[in-house]
């Protein structure tokens, strides 16, 4: 295969880098607790003997695949298996119900699914009922009663030997950009999921975007933790595809930290919430020390954010202040630094809006996050900040191949050939979204300054309108109130009241650590949840907060609710979003409350 044109489909992509980098690093996961290298080559073998089985079952180019699993080094061999048949991927987030599942498997048609293990594998077959097109299941990991529709993916793979390699080769070159690659399912947070279509033409014009975006070689390391079901991890899953840096697979999100530092990669991309936490930890640690630690932090941040401001207007950094910010990063920020690898030149984030106070702060301590915006429907990024030009608070300027604007009501819209091509099986829903002459409705609300940053003001159908009449966005305000330690979430609320109110969930290792200090006794967390000093904690931190907002945006009342937000009691998205109807139907009792006079 020729390697001096252009890849016409994502397979063709993994292969060219393949047979440029051969036997150097492709992947690394955790095997028997320690990690274990698979090669370009050994990584094409395996996706070979993948494809094959599945085209001995009886797949072929069209059909429907569903992987349902977290993120590890088999959904992306199964992704590129299922790809190069010209079949089309259907993700499946691993924390979705047995109904969530069976709904898309049912609605996107899926013969087939891959299942990550026994625990998946149950939820499935619970739904078998509710399937009848759905052939066969295929057993990632583990072992499970044998049944006449369970596979394992080791005896697929065997499976392959009877395949037609041939066959196989062929079909690859006949894979063309228009082919659809795969229904990517909306989280749902409000409604049932609904499936983007997505083609390989899509992902290769984000490819080309990401080329430009973010820098890296073919000799670095990356770490991965997102959900692969997610847009945003897949994209870069295709980008280390096409760019050939060494792709690592975190264990769990729970052991991330260390996984970070074993691996010690050179970037990676998160959602706003895992920054929230580490830096929510960092203050945890600060609070918890001496007077005198506390006084070099706050001269450490200080320092940080001056040299940081410099960096931001393209200014001078005299030899003072460079000795200072030296002395800073020895004392302060090289411990932060050194608990994500030591050699992170720069990271990503998306999904959800960065706190600016975050970003911020990263900055001042030598980290860069890169703050980008976009939508399953929009294949990932239509805008990023980058190393070289960037504003925090915003999410960058718009990437080369798409156009922008702001319509008369705020709405973004975008066009270029990153944009889905509509929702499956639902032209309705397409219709309402999507313009004849193709210009997509995001449906976020935003404004561009004069050098074309983007700044995302909000959600259009989460904005506030009180009974005053005010139009407020909620999230800046739930940004402002996480900035509390104390704090872990918060949703403001207010839609056709007379004021704003806030639901607030606690940073419990933070809440108990000072009740412990400030010798309030009690029996359990949920008891603390209670405590009117606990109350008063939180009262006189948002009406410091308050100061900061306009008189109608501050929060009048707020109620604190006895755990924090999960996706297994239904909260959060996957990618730790806050799912607002859900969240208000769930606590209603509560709301109406703070709004008793």
């Known amino acids: 295969m020729a390697t001096d044109t252009k890849s016409q489909n994502l397979f063709q992509d993994f292969l060219k880098t393949s047979r440029r980098l051969k036997n150097r690093p492709c992947f690394q996961h955790k095997k028997n607790g320690k990690w274990s290298t698979v090669t370009w080559l050994d990584a094409e073998e395996a996706i070979k003997k993948i494809a094959l089985g599945l085209q001995v079952l009886g797949v072929k180019k069209g059909d429907m695949v569903a992987l349902f699993a977290s993120t590890r080094m088999e959904w992306t061999l199964c992704d590129l298996a299922i790809l190069s048949l010209g079949a089309v991927t259907v993700p499946i987030y691993h924390s979705n119900t047995s109904d969530q599942a069976a709904y898309i498997i049912q609605n996107s048609g899926s013969r087939f699914v891959f299942v990550e293990n026994k625990n998946l594998h149950q939820k499935i077959q619970s739904e078998i009922p509710n399937l009848p097109q759905l052939e066969k299941i295929i057993l990632m990991s583990g072992s499970v009663d044998p049944d006449e529709i369970t596979f394992s993916l080791e005896q697929l793979q065997k499976l392959g030997s009877q395949g037609h390699e041939e066959d196989w080769k062929k079909g690859i070159e006949n894979i063309a950009p228009t082919q659809i690659a795969t229904l990517v399912y909306t989280s749902g947070t409000t409604g049932p999921p609904k499936g983007a279509v997505l083609t390989h033409g899509n992902f290769l014009s984000e490819l080309d975007a990401c080329l430009q975006l973010f820098e890296i070689t073919d000799h670095e390391i990356s770490i991965v933790f997102l959900?692969?079901?997610?847009?945003?991890?897949?994209?870069?899953?295709?980008?280390?595809?096409?760019?050939?840096?060494?792709?690592?697979?975190?264990?769990?999100?729970?052991?991330?930290?260390?996984?970070?530092?074993?691996?010690?990669?050179?970037?990676?991309?998160?959602?706003?919430?895992?920054?929230?936490?580490?830096?929510?930890?960092?203050?945890?640690?600060?609070?918890?020390?001496?007077?005198?630690?506390?006084?070099?932090?706050?001269?450490?941040?200080?320092?940080?954010?001056?040299?940081?401001?410099?960096?931001?207007?393209?200014?001078?950094?005299?030899p003072v202040l460079q000795a200072q910010g030296l002395l800073a990063s020895q004392l302060v920020f090289g411990k932060l630094r050194k608990r994500l690898g030591g050699r992170v030149r720069y990271t990503v984030s998306g999904g959800a809006p960065l706190a600016k106070d975050i970003a911020e702060f990263f900055h001042a301590a030598g980290i860069m996050i890169m703050e980008g915006y976009g939508l399953t429907e929009t294949t990932a990024a239509i805008n990023c900040n980058t190393l070289y030009d960037y504003k925090f608070g915003t999410v960058g300027q718009k990437i080369k191949s798409v156009e922008e604007k702001i319509a008369p009501d705020g709405e973004i819209m975008v066009r270029g050939p990153v944009v889905f091509q509509g929702y499956y099986k639902d032209a309705e829903a397409t219709k309402q979204v999507l313009s004849e002459d193709k210009w997509f409705k995001t449906g976020d609300i935003g404004e561009f300054d004069e050098e074309g940053f983007l700044k995302i003001t909000d959600r259009k159908k989460d904005i506030i309108v009180t009974a005053g009449g005010k139009n407020i966005a909620p999230q800046n305000i739930e940004s402002i109130l996480k900035q509390v330690p104390f704090i872990s979430q918060a949703v403001v609320l207010g839609d056709r009241r007379?004021?704003?109110?806030?639901?607030?969930?606690?940073?419990?290792?933070?809440?108990?650590?000072?009740?412990?200090?400030?010798?309030?006794?009690?029996?359990?967390?949920?008891?603390?949840?209670?405590?009117?000093?606990?109350?008063?904690?939180?009262?006189?931190?948002?009406?410091?907060?308050?100061?900061?907002?306009?008189?109608?945006?501050?929060?009048?009342?707020?109620?604190?609710?006895?755990?924090?937000?999960?996706?297994?009691?239904?909260?959060?998205?996957?990618?730790?979003?806050?799912?607002?109807?859900?969240?208000?139907?769930?606590?209603?009792?509560?709301?109406?409350?703070?709004?008793?006079?």
């Open 498 to 597: 007379k004021y704003l109110t806030s639901l607030i969930t606690l940073s419990r290792e933070s809440v108990e650590d000072y009740a412990r200090k400030a010798s309030i006794h009690f029996g359990d967390y949920k008891e603390l949840t209670h405590h009117p000093k606990i109350y008063e904690l939180i009262k006189k931190a948002i009406e410091e907060k308050n100061k900061t907002l306009a008189s109608y945006e501050s929060i009048k009342r707020f109620a604190i609710l006895e755990n924090d937000f999960s996706q297994e009691t239904g909260e959060l998205t996957p990618t730790l979003k806050v799912k607002r109807k859900f969240v208000g139907e769930k606590y209603r009792d509560v709301i109406d409350q703070l709004y008793q006079e």
């Open 227 to 318: 959900p692969l079901a997610h847009i945003f991890a897949r994209v870069m899953q295709f980008f280390h595809l096409r760019v050939g840096f060494t792709q690592a697979y975190a264990e769990s999100i729970d052991k991330l930290v260390d996984n970070i530092g074993e691996i010690k990669p050179h970037f990676f991309v998160a959602v706003p919430r895992i920054f929230e936490k580490v830096h929510e930890r960092v203050l945890q640690q600060v609070e918890a020390g001496s007077p005198l630690k506390k006084a070099i932090f706050t001269w450490a941040t200080a320092v940080g954010r001056e040299i940081s401001l410099k960096k931001q207007n393209k200014k001078w950094i005299g």
